[in-house]
């Protein structure tokens, strides 16, 4: 069974810093490329990073871009997300999850699109107060 568990949200004040981690058991993440989504009350899930499988390419939402960096341990099973300069409208749930590995045959495949994925973290809660 394939559980992803992220850890490291809180509350924050803006332009603080945030680490968000994510274990993965029952899956060997070096197989597959990984990313980080958000859902904000009341809005749709939105994609905020994705990296390859070997972690040579990354992929990042405009609205992040320069501010987070996705990175991965494969030695660790474990996918992070660093988060600088945070704003009050980073404040989502935000969760990890594995691209099926039907989409990964290539070391530096990433995906933006959620339906790409197929197994999810519960989340963990980022608050950036103003």
């Known amino acids: 069974q394939v559980q992803l568990v992220e850890s490291g949200g809180g509350l924050v004040q803006a332009g603080g810093s945030l680490r968000l981690s994510c274990v993965a058991s029952?899956?060997?993440?070096?197989?597959?490329?990984m990313g980080w989504f958000r859902q904000a009350p009341g809005k749709e899930r939105e994609f905020v990073a994705a990296i390859s499988r070997n972690g040579g390419r990354t992929s990042y939402a405009d609205s992040v871009k320069g501010r987070f960096t996705i990175s991965r341990d494969n030695g660790k099973n474990t996918v992070s997300l660093q988060m600088n300069s945070l704003k009050p409208e980073d404040t989502a749930v935000y969760s990890c999850?594995?691209?099926?590995?039907?989409?990964?045959?290539?070391?530096?495949?990433?995906?933006?699109?959620?339906?790409?994925?197929?197994?999810w973290g519960q989340g963990t809660q980022v608050t950036v107060s103003s």
């Open positions: 999850a594995t691209v099926d590995g039907s989409y990964t045959s290539s070391f530096y495949y990433t995906s933006r699109t959620p339906s790409e994925y197929d197994y």
């Open positions: 029952g899956r060997t993440l070096s197989h597959y490329a």
